[in-house]
C-alpha cells in the first residue's frame, strides 16, 4: 500500500466493540450460508446435493478472486481520511461488480455445457455480481473501522433468508436453484440501501485509480487465494470425479458440520489481520499473536469435535437428510483437522499484516504441495475418507512448514524487521 493512504490506528477502546461485531458479522455471514446448505440437504437426494456442492464450490472460489483483489487491499490499505476510504471502496466495489460478471459468464457457460451440474451452477452464476459486492461493502466497515456496517449487512441478509425459507418451505418450494437464488436477492436491500447511503456509484475512474494503487500487492494475494482455493474447493470436485457426486455431497456436508469453526476463523480474520499489524507497529513482534491465534482454535474445536460426535443421529438427519449418513463418518478427521489449523492459517496473517504478502505466497506455494498431493491422492486411490484423511495429513505437513519458517526466521518480517 501506498504511503499516502496511511493513518491512525483506531482508538483502543473500540477494539472490544469491533471484535464483537465482527463475530456478529460473520456468525450471521456464515450461519446464513449453513442456513441454505441445509435447506438443500434436507429437500434432494445426496447426489444432487453433491451437484449444489459443485456450484458452491464456484462460488467461494469466484468470492476469493474478489477478496484478493478487492477486500483485503481495500482492508489493508491506511486510508488519510472517511473520504478517502469512500473513493477506494467505490473503486473496490465497480471492481467486484466487473469481476462478477465475468465470472458470472464463466461458470454459466459451464454449467450449461455439464448438464448434471446445470441446476446448480447456473443459479449461482447469476447471483454471482451482487453477492461479491456485498462481501466488498461488509469490507467497508472493517476497513473504516465501522463493524457495524458488516454486521448489519449480514444479520439483515440472514433474517431475510430465514423468511423466505419459510415461504418456501410453506409453498413446496424444494429446488435448489430457486432455495440459491432466493438466498442471494435476500442481501439486495441491504446492499442497496449502503450503497445509496454512503454514495457508491461505480466509476471507471475510481476502479481504474483503485487498481493501480492495489495490483501489485492484489496479484500476489490472488496468486495465494488461488492455490488455496485449490486446495479446497476443487477437492469436491475430484472426489466427485473419483467416488459419484453422492460422495461429493458428503464432503459437503461434513465442511457444513464444521460451519462453527469456519465461521470463528472467518469472523476472526479481519480483527486478527488488524491485530497483528498494530503488534507488529507497536512492538515489531507478532509471535504473541501466532500463539495465541493457535491456542484459541485448537480450544474451540476439541469442544466443537465433541459436540458433533455426540449428535443424535436423529438430530443429524435432520439438518443434513439423507445425506448424514456418510457426513457423521468424516467428523472424527475434520475435527482433527480444524485442530491444528492454527499455525498455517496464523503465519500468513501475521506476513500479511507485515505487508509482507510476497512472503506469505512463498509460505503458500511450498504448504500447498502437500496440501494438494495428499487429499487428491487419497481421493483418487481411496475416495472420499482417503481424501478427508488426507486433509488432516497435509494440515499436519503444513504446520510443521510454517512453523519451521519461523523458528528459522526464513522470514525476517515475522519479527518485525524491515526487508
Not at 86 to 91: E, L
Not at 275 to 302: E, I, Y
Request: glycine share 10%; aromatic share 8%.
Amino acid at each position: 500500500m501506498t504511503e499516502a493512504n496511511r493513518t491512525e490506528q483506531p482508538p483502543r477502546g473500540r477494539r472490544g466493540g469491533s471484535a464483537v461485531y465482527s463475530l456478529m458479522s460473520q456468525a450471521a455471514n456464515s450461519g446464513g450460508n449453513l442456513l441454505l446448505a441445509v435447506f438443500v440437504a434436507r429437500q434432494v437426494t445426496p447426489t444432487e446435493f453433491g451437484a449444489w456442492s459443485i456450484g458452491y464450490a464456484a462460488y467461494m472460489m469466484a468470492l476469493a478472486v474478489v477478496r484478493s483483489l478487492s477486500c483485503t487491499p481495500l482492508l489493508l490499505g491506511r486510508h488519510e481520511s472517511p473520504e478517502a476510504l469512500r473513493k477506494a471502496s467505490s473503486g473496490a466495489v465497480g471492481l467486484a461488480l466487473c469481476l462478477g460478471l465475468a465470472m458470472s459468464v464463466v461458470v454459466g457457460a459451464l454449467g450449461w455445457a455439464a448438464v448434471d451440474l446445470r441446476g446448480a451452477l447456473i443459479p449461482f452464476a447469476l447471483c454471482m455480481p451482487l453477492l461479491l459486492a456485498q462481501d466488498v461493502l461488509r469490507h467497508f466497515g472493517f476497513a473504516g473501522s465501522r463493524p457495524s456496517i458488516p454486521a448489519a449487512l449480514d444479520v439483515s441478509w440472514v433474517a431475510l433468508q430465514c423468511a423466505a425459507f419459510v415461504a418456501l418451505t410453506l409453498v413446496g418450494a424444494n429446488s435448489m436453484g430457486i432455495a440459491t437464488v432466493v438466498w442471494a436477492i435476500s442481501a439486495l436491500p441491504a446492499v442497496l440501501w449502503l450503497s445509496i447511503r454512503s454514495h457508491f456509484v461505480p466509476r471507471r475512474d475510481a476502479i481504474a485509480s483503485f487498481w493501480r494503487e492495489t495490483r501489485a500487492d492484489g496479484v500476489k494475494l490472488l496468486a495465494d487465494s488461488a492455490l488455496a482455493s485449490a486446495v479446497t474447493q476443487a477437492l469436491p470436485v475430484l472426489v466427485a470425479a473419483s467416488a459419484g457426486l453422492a460422495a461429493a455431497g458428503a464432503l459437503r456436508g461434513g465442511f457444513t458440520l464444521m460451519g462453527g469453526i469456519n465461521v470463528l476463523v472467518a469472523g476472526l480474520t479481519p480483527i486478527a489481520t488488524l491485530a497483528a499489524r498494530r503488534q507488529q507497529d507497536a512492538s515489531g513482534d507478532v509471535h504473541r499473536f501466532l500463539w495465541s491465534w493457535s491456542a484459541v482454535l485448537f480450544v474451540v474445536s476439541v469442544f466443537n469435535g465433541a459436540l458433533l460426535l455426540a449428535l443424535p443421529e436423529s438430530l443429524g438427519r435432520e439438518l443434513l437428510g439423507s445425506t448424514w449418513e456418510t457426513a457423521s463418518l468424516l467428523i472424527l478427521p475434520l475435527a482433527l483437522h480444524s485442530m491444528l489449523r492454527g499455525p498455517f492459517t496464523g503465519v500468513p496473517i501475521a506476513l500479511r499484516a507485515s505487508d509482507r504478502v510476497g512472503a506469505a505466497l512463498r509460505l503458500r506455494v511450498w504448504t500447498t504441495l502437500p496440501s494438494v498431493v495428499l487429499p487428491w491422492t487419497g481421493a483418487l486411490v481411496f475416495g472420499l475418507h482417503g481424501a478427508v484423511w488426507g486433509i488432516v495429513l497435509s494440515a499436519v505437513v503444513a504446520n510443521g512448514m510454517a512453523l519451521r519458517a519461523v523458528r528459522r526466521g526464513r522470514w525476517s518480517e515475522i519479527r518485525g524487521v524491515a526487508s
